[in-house]
């Protein structure tokens, strides 16, 4: 049994506060903050976004290609060439406004 600095009182355990005055019985442990919450710069974050964009749009144009080719209904790979295309001009615009 541990006593309370402030009342005297018996504290159970490793209680962080005085169950009878509340007075705080230890000191919480401090992480100290990452200095750098993200690794890379928002170049590379923009670049990285870009190249994956278009590895789907390559992606998606060649699915489109093959499956007009051979008469398939394409409707499935129409919807990932238009999102890497709107996602690739995002990305295109935040790496402009990061360059300014």
């Not at 009342?7 to 019985?25: A, S």
């Not at 919480?28 to 710069?41: E, I, M, N, S, Y």
Request: glycine fraction near 8%.
């Amino acid at each position: 049994m541990v006593k309370c600095k402030n009342c005297g009182r018996k504290v159970l355990g490793e209680t962080l506060l005085c169950c009878h005055c509340g007075y705080p019985q230890s000191v919480a442990k401090v992480v100290p903050w990452p200095r750098q919450l993200w690794p890379v710069t928002p170049q590379q974050f923009w670049k990285a976004i870009m190249l994956l964009t278009l590895l789907l749009g390559t992606l998606s144009t060649v699915g489109l290609f093959v499956h007009i080719q051979r008469g398939l209904p394409c409707l499935y790979y129409i919807y990932p060439f238009v999102l890497s295309l709107a996602v690739f001009l995002w990305a295109d615009l935040g790496a402009r406004k990061n360059i300014r």
